[in-house]
């Protein structure tokens, strides 16, 4: 009897201990569970720097280290349908100042909305799906330094002039979507419908009239996609004819882009620019490029051409040329690159007062882009 009274005492003095340990145990799982809940809702910070050397013969030649683009990226989930992006640009590569210093810019301020699959919204200032490099690749991931000369001329460019760049952004509003998924894991349809200011980033329109954009994207296998976009906009700007406070101008791009993760990859695109006024034209631009590159794991060698004319100005203020690019990437790591480009232009006879009289000049650039992240981070932009 003895025995289980002893028995008894023992289990009794023990059960509180045990309990004890176990509510310690299930309160710091909880809190555990709870701070891990608290940090999965933050948003997620990532960012990438290009930096290296520069050299151009053109004109009187330069060499210089540059620290070429500096971007930090917060991208945020509010929920399962709804998430915004903030991107940062710190060192933009247009001059800002009479100086010509260059300072923080922003590219991207919006907030998307996803219904489902195929309907999504997206509004503040965003990117323009008008050419492959400027929505479905960025400097962090091209296979080239620079944007090719559609980009930098054709969609870069804003109606107020060659000096207002708009890094292909705006202030509005888009719909966009994909449809008809396959058995494959892609859809064969995307499409972009945007209405937007047709003003310069992050400053408020300066007339009533709005810039209207669709684009299109189609699949016929899981590597090729086939594209066109249209975009319309009326613009009053210094560049316009005098008084002319709706000056319309049409901008169209076509492109094509085969991509094999582990071998070809081959893009072209062609874009036109134009404006008319009183029966002429002020704007017509013409611009392609196609490129090739191999995807040979940490080695991706790529080639580049395009061709600019511009029909209203053939001098010096916008040159019109051929340029050729070699060049060669080497990925160190998932969040380093080190790229190497040679790029030879060749100008018209007209543009050569550009280049003090040469037929061509030379480039070389040596860059590294450096890329941190937090955890699921994405790198667009």
């Not at 064969?188 to 007339?207: E, F, K, M, V, W």
Request: proline content about 3%; aromatic content about 12%.
């Amino acid at each position: 009897m003895k025995k289980y009274l002893l028995a008894l005492c023992c289990i009794a003095a023990i059960t509180p201990v045990t309990c004890l340990a176990e509510r310690a145990d299930s309160t710091l799982t909880a809190q555990t569970g709870s701070w891990e809940h608290f940090v999965s809702k933050l948003p997620r910070i990532s960012g990438y720097l290009q930096t290296g050397w520069n050299y151009n013969s053109l004109n009187e030649g330069t060499s210089t280290f540059q620290v070429k683009r500096l971007r930090l990226m917060l991208d945020g989930t509010i929920n399962e349908r709804a998430s915004f992006r903030l991107q940062v640009e710190g060192f933009s590569g247009t001059p800002a100042h009479h100086n010509g210093q260059k300072s923080l810019q922003i590219m991207d301020a919006y907030a998307t909305y996803k219904f489902n699959q195929a309907i999504q919204v997206r509004a503040g200032q965003f990117n323009s799906p008008l050419c492959y490099e400027n929505y479905n690749l960025s400097p962090a991931t091209m296979e080239t330094i620079d944007f090719s000369s559609l980009c930098s001329r054709i969609l870069f460019r804003n109606a107020l002039g060659y000096d207002y760049s708009d890094f292909g952004r705006d202030l509005g509003i888009m719909i966009m979507g994909d449809i008809l998924p396959t058995v494959q894991g892609f859809s064969r349809i995307s499409y972009n419908i945007s209405l937007t200011n047709g003003h310069l980033p992050s400053i408020d329109d300066n007339n009533k009239s709005k810039e209207i954009q669709a684009v299109i994207f189609y699949r016929p296998a899981k590597y090729l996609n086939l594209k066109g976009g249209y975009n319309f906009g009326e613009y009053t700007g210094e560049k316009n004819p005098v008084g002319h406070k709706y000056q319309p101008m049409h901008r169209a791009v076509a492109g094509i882009w085969y991509d094999c993760p582990t071998g070809l990859n081959i893009r072209g695109e062609y874009g036109h620019c134009s404006a008319i006024h009183n029966g002429e034209y002020i704007i017509n631009e013409n611009s392609f490029y196609i490129l090739a590159a191999w995807n040979a794991k940490r080695f991706v060698p790529v080639v580049r051409y395009e061709y600019y004319r511009n029909k209203i100005d053939k001098s010096a203020t916008n040159a019109n040329y051929d340029k050729y690019l070699a060049g060669l990437n080497f990925i160190a790591c998932k969040d380093i690159k080190l790229q190497a480009n040679y790029t030879l232009t060749s100008y018209t006879r007209q543009s050569r007062i550009l280049n003090n009289g040469h037929k061509t000049s030379d480039q070389i650039q040596i860059m590294g882009v450096f890329r941190a992240h937090g955890k699921k981070a994405v790198f667009v932009g």
